[in-house]
C-alpha cells in the first residue's frame, strides 16, 4: 500500500469514527435518485430531464426557480462549465412545469467579468432570454444569515435569498483539493465575490469541506439537483483536467445522495469522500438508502482518473 | 468619451452613488471608480460627499452602509482622496487601514498532508505580504494591486519607512506570483506541479499596482499585456489593460471597450478613465 492510499484509508478510518459518534441522522427512510442516460447535448435534454424530474415528484408550481450553474474560467481546449444547451433544457422544463418564474445566478469564483465569462462560455447564444434572466450573484445586493458554520454572520445574494427553488446544475467533475466538485461544492458560488473576493478564499479558510456543508445545511433544503454528466472532467479538475464523456445525467432532492450517486458512477468510493460523510445529517451517502429510478449504476459507471493524490478514492 | 460619461451620469442613484449595474442600489466600488472617472465634475465631488460617510471607526470603508462590512475597496478611496489632493484625517486613517492590514495564508490541504509530506501544493513565497480581499484571508494580487496604486500615490503625504517597507514588499509579492506566461492571474502561479495560466484583466491590474516601481523587469509582462490586448478582450479586460498599457507609455493600436445596457458600471467607468484623455494619468506616479 502507497502511502497515498494510506493516508486515504486513515482519514476514512477517523471520518467513519467521527461519524459513529455524532450519529445525526435524515429523518427520512430513503432518498430518490435519478440516473439517465444522454449520449451528447443534441439529444432531447427536454425530454429525458422531464422524465427524471417526474421521476423525483419535483414539484415547481407556482414557485420562484433560480438555476445555478458552475460557471468558473473559460478555456477551449476542456470542459469546465455547465453546458449551456443543459441549462436551456432545464429552464424550458422548469418553465413548462409551471414555475412562476425561472432566473439563472452565478457568482464565478475566479474571473471578475461575470458577464464576459458568461459570453465566452456560450451562455448568450444558447441559452434563451439569459440577459433578463441572469444576475450576477458576485454583485446583487446582499441580505445576511447568521450561524454560517463557524464563521457566524455571513452575507448572501437577495436573489438566492429570495428563491423558492434553487437548482443546482453542476458539471460533473473531479477537484484537486474536494476529491469531487458536484451539486454541493457548486454552492460555493452563491457567496458574493463583492464581499468576499476572488477567489472566496474565506471557503478555504473555514475548511472546504465545513465550507461546503455549512452551504447544503444553509440552502439544501430548498435545492434540487441536476449534475451535468455528459461530459464532465476527470483528473487535474475542477479548471486543468481532462473532458470525461460519461453520458449521464443524475438528478434528486437530496443533494448528497446525488453526489454519492455521481461518485458511484465515477469510480469513486463514496464512503471515503470527507464531505459527504460531514454531511450524513443532511441526506444519506449510503447505497442501500438511495432509491435509484431509471438506469441501472452498472449501465452507466465511467471510472474518472484520478490525479494521485486522490487514487485512495477509487473503487477497488 | 460621451458615451460612457452618459452612460454613468444615467445610472447614478438618488443618493448621488453607482450600484454595480443599472438599477442597483449604490456599493462602494462602483461609487468611487465613478467618482475617479468623472474627477473634475460635480457628479464626482457629490459621490465624494457620499463616499466621504461611509468610512468605519477602523480607518476602513465599509461596502455599503446597509452591510456596514469593511471593504477591500478602501485602497481605491485613498486612491481618490490623493488624486483630489485631499490627504486630510480620513485619508490618514484610511492609509492607516491599508498599512495594517496583511493577509493570513490559508491551511494546506490536510493536517495529515502537511505533516507527513512537506510538498509545496502552491508554488509560491508565503513569507511575502500582500493584501487580502477581506480580513483574515490570504494575500492575493488584485486587492494587493490597488493597494500599491493607493500607498504610491500616498508617498508626497505620508512618507514613513512602513509606507516604503509595505510597498517594496508588495511589489516583490507581485512579482513572486507572476505567471510563466508573464501575465498575472488571481495569485496562484503554480499548483500541484502545473502552470496556471495569466488572465488579461489580473495582468492589466498588476501592471497598474507595480508602475513607478524601480529596478523591475516588465518587459515579458508588458508583451503579455500587449499579445492579450491583440486578441480583442471584451469587458473588464479590455478596459484595465488600456489602463495599463497608457500607464506604462506602451504603444498600442487603441480600440473602445465596447459597452451596453447590461455592462457591469465598473466597467463603464474604467473603460472612461482609460480614454486618452481620460483620468488614467493621475493615477501614475508617487515617487517620494
Redesign the interface.
Known sequence: MK?RDL?AA??AAVLGACARKTAVRPTWDRSAVSVLKAANYDVDLVDILKRGVAACGLDVRGKRVLLKPNLVEFSRETVINTNPKFIAAVAEVMASQGAAAVTIGEGPG???????LA??AGYFDAIPDL?RRFT?LN????AALDQFGTIGKM?FPQTVLAADVIISLPKMKTH??AGVTLSMKNYFGLVPG??????K??L??HGIGNSIVALAKKFGPKSFAIVDGIVGMEG?GP??GTPKAAGVVVMGRDLVAVDATCCRVMGIAADRMQHLRMAEDLGWWEADRIEQRGEKLETVKTRFGL?P?WKGLGEG | MDGYADTLLRRRNPDKGWGYYAGKSSWLEPTVLAALALHGHKESDEAWGLIRGWQAESGAWVANPRVGAESWATSLVVVLHCVRGEFDDRWKKGLGWLLRMKGKQAPGPTLIDRLLQRKQWVEQDNTLDGWPWAEGTANWVEPTAHVLRALRLSLPGASSDLLRQRIEMGERYLLDRRCKDGGWNYGNRRVLDEDLPSFPECTALALIGLEGGRGMDLAVSLARAKADWGHRQPGLSGALLRIGMRMHGLAFEDRRPEITDRTETTQVALALIGEMEGTWRQWRGGTA
Open positions: 502511502r493516508l486513515g482519514g475566479h474571473r471578475r467579468d461575470t458577464l464576459g459570453e465566452e440577459e450576477d454583485r446583487d445586493d446582499v452575507w484537486h483539493w463583492e464581499l468576499y473576493g476572488w477567489p478564499n474565506v478555504h479558510q487535474n479548471i486543468q490525479m493524490m
